[in-house]
RNA sequence: GCUCCUGUGGUGUAGUCCGGCUAAGCAUACUGCCCUCUCAAGGCAGUGAUCCCGGGUUCAAAUCCCGGCGGGAGCACCA
């Protein structure tokens, strides 16, 4: 038995040893002797001294030996273990198969962003990862602010991203339900009918102050709750949650259940005018939906509280409620706040605007949904506030759009190169350097716009390939570059030089997002143009087509004259 | 102010619940090489973390305990 442990030991030794440059150490080798036999434990103090005489002796040795005695007496270490890594986002608890059903509850009040892309996707992974379902929730209780447009706008969203849901419901069609859950918590004491005005119900709030209503018996609540229905105007009186005045967590200060608003609905018009706030609504309806899981970003983690404490009081089933942090990019601000005026001022072209976070911007820039998935569930469920960086969703996105797009030449700021001796008259281009994507022909007559950096850099006497082509000897410079034909075979070191025929250039803007926001400034070169000049080819490429223009970056194809740049 | 949440390389995370097989994994960024008729993609390698700080418990702490500090959020008749 012994002499099994010292062999282990020794083996352990060697082996980390080796590693680390042929010194190991007592606190290292116990640890994995005890990762590899854990029944060792109890005898720890026993093994130590056998331990540090081991690690004694192999520090003598050398890295050389110490890895021939491995080799001839241990192979089975030498074997590399593959070090695990967690794919996709973490385990749900108490999540069972077949058995998870999660919601995107989303208010019709804007167009979808990369937030909404966080939230959907994540619902959507756990109830595939479960073999569940999701619910698509219009959460819409406050017609002062939802409009039918955006209803479609969450869903043609939702479609885009590839994110599909099982049901579709809208809170507000469960209405009835919700009065009477509300005349349910009203009858059991609960909840009372507030008719102070907001500022002293504020000031009572921070102050932890009861009000003459919190005093009011049955009777007077459901007088006053039936009145909210006709008599009483928006702001005269609320149903407020009898919580606790005294509570460290203010939401549980006496909160807003139901309010007055007036105000046509999108959906039911003037149906209704006592309208649920968001705690009371999300809490029946989460639990009525048979919702197991259901995620919020972590803003709303005070209001746990509230929701479980409802559903307690009223009977009903609980989900199990997480939270996670809100996803914004550095300088590209999602709230609508922010946004709105922008798009009213004209500082961005609306809210398709290359530059913003909507689900649209992201779009028309060259974004695709699956660059948007892996990104967000490389993100993983976390509540540590982060502003991850742009350039990771772009390398997803790069390495998807890659093998799909074009190839194209561009030049930028043109400049004239004759070729004398051109002896071609047409030549056929591979679309894309691995991938079968067909070919294009090209006409070809010797005259030539090269791209003005690139010219700048030539001199009499040099050499140039002209990509696909060409090589030739640069015999004038001027602002028109003349230069002859040396060979046709590909040379590796020298300059590489894209063009495009002078008889018939395809004019073409580019417009280049940049970040929004520098310091909470707007930036006011945050949308670059350029002017170049492609290949007849971009003509017919479909809108939304992906192109890699050579030596410049991916781009979206906007329209015939301009394209957007997605990213290096 | 009060309360809650959070703190791992430049950045985003894995590991933290249940201390040990992690002298900290992955991705991104950056650098170099290979491949390539692109400054892309792909392949390989490298740089980069006293795991916020200080104590404590233990043979052993990113992980447990105590005390600090930094950051964020909430304190609406919005969601």
């Given amino acids: 038995m012994d002499d099994e442990l010292k062999r282990v030991i020794r083996g352990i030794a060697l082996l980390n040893a080796s590693e680390h440059d042929g010194k190991t150490r007592n606190d290292s080798i116990i640890s994995k002797v005890i990762g590899t036999k854990p029944e060792l434990r109890s005898r720890i103090k026993d093994i130590i001294p056998l331990i540090s005489q081991e690690v004694i002796d192999v520090n003598k040795l050398s890295v050389e030996t110490q890895k021939e005695e491995l080799a001839n007496k241990y192979p089975e270490l030498l074997v590399v273990k593959p070090k695990h890594e967690r794919i996709g986002l973490p385990p749900l608890e108490g999540a069972e198969q077949g058995n998870v059903i999660t919601r995107f509850p989303p208010e019709p009040n804007g167009y979808p962003h990369i937030g909404h892309a966080k939230a959907s996707i994540i619902d959507e992974e756990y109830a595939k990862m479960y073999g569940g379902k999701l619910i698509l929730r219009f959460d819409d209780t406050n017609p002062e602010k939802e409009r039918l447009e955006y209803y479609a706008a969450i869903k043609v969203g939702l479609d885009w991203l590839g994110v599909k849901y099982d049901l579709v419901k809208n809170t507000s069609d469960d209405m009835e339900i919700i009065y009477k859950k509300a005349r349910e918590i009203i009858d059991l004491g609960h909840a009372y009918v507030c008719t102070c005005d907001k500022e002293t119900i504020s000031k009572n709030r921070r102050e932890m102050l009861s009000c003459k209503c919190r005093a009011g018996d049955l009777n007077q609540n459901v007088t006053r709750w039936n009145k909210m229905f006709d008599k009483f105007k928006p702001g005269e009186a609320i149903v407020r949650f009898r919580g606790d005045m005294n509570s460290d967590n203010t939401v549980m200060r006496d909160p807003t259940l139901l309010r007055i608003i007036d105000e046509s609905h999108p959906i039911h018009k003037d149906k209704y005018r006592v309208w649920p706030n968001y705690d009371f609504a999300v809490s029946i309806e989460d639990s009525i939906d048979g919702i197991t899981h259901a995620f919020r970003t972590k803003e709303y983690e005070l209001r746990t509280e509230l929701y479980y404490k409802l559903l307690d009081i009223l009977g009903m089933r609980k989900p199990k409620m997480m939270e996670f942090s809100r996803l914004e990019f550095e300088g590209m601000p999602v709230s609508k706040r922010v946004l709105k005026p922008l798009v009213e001022e004209g500082k961005v072209s609306g809210f398709d605007d290359p530059r913003l976070p909507t689900l649209e911007g992201l779009r028309r820039r060259g974004i695709v949904p699956e660059a948007i998935r892996k990104f967000v569930i490389s993100l993983g469920f976390t509540k540590s506030d982060t502003l991850?960086?742009?350039?990771?969703?772009?390398?997803?996105?790069?390495?998807?759009?890659?093998?799909?797009?074009?190839?194209?030449?561009?030049?930028?700021?043109?400049?004239?190169?004759?070729?004398?001796?051109?002896?071609?008259?047409?030549?056929?281009?591979?679309?894309?350097?691995?991938?079968?994507?067909?070919?294009?022909?090209?006409?070809?007559?010797?005259?030539?716009?090269?791209?003005?950096?690139?010219?700048?850099?030539?001199?009499?006497?040099?050499?140039?390939?002209?990509?696909?082509?060409?090589?030739?000897?640069?015999?004038?410079?001027?602002?028109?570059?003349?230069?002859?034909?040396?060979?046709?075979?590909?040379?590796?070191?020298?300059?590489?030089?894209?063009?495009?025929?002078?008889?018939?250039?395809?004019?073409?803007?580019?417009?280049?997002?940049?970040?929004?926001?520098?310091?909470?400034?707007?930036?006011?070169?945050?949308?670059?143009?350029?002017?170049?000049?492609?290949?007849?080819?971009?003509?017919?490429?479909?809108?939304?087509?992906?192109?890699?223009?050579?030596?410049?970056?991916?781009?979206?194809?906007?329209?015939?004259?301009?394209?957007?740049?997605?990213?290096?």
Avoid at 505 to 511: C, K
Avoid at 520 to 526: A, G
Wanted: overall charge negative.
């Fill in 388 to 568: 991850p960086p742009f350039e990771t969703l772009e390398s997803f996105n790069r390495k998807i759009i890659d093998p799909t797009s074009v190839r194209l030449f561009i030049v930028f700021e043109p400049v004239k190169l004759t070729v004398i001796n051109n002896n071609l008259t047409e030549i056929e281009i591979p679309n894309h350097p691995q991938n079968d994507m067909g070919k294009r022909k090209i006409k070809i007559d010797g005259n030539f716009f090269i791209p003005g950096n690139d010219a700048n850099t030539l001199k009499i006497g040099d050499e140039a390939r002209l990509l696909e082509l060409y090589n030739i000897k640069i015999t004038k410079i001027g602002s028109e570059i003349q230069g002859a034909i040396t060979s046709s075979n590909y040379k590796s070191d020298i300059p590489k030089i894209q063009w495009i025929p002078r008889n018939n250039p395809v004019n073409i803007e580019v417009l280049i997002p940049n970040i929004l926001f520098i310091n909470d400034q707007f930036n006011e070169n945050s949308l670059e143009v350029k002017q170049g000049i492609t290949e007849q080819y971009y003509l017919e490429l479909n809108v939304g087509a992906e192109i890699q223009f050579m030596r410049f970056g991916y781009c979206r194809k906007d329209s015939a004259n301009q394209a957007i740049y997605t990213h290096k």
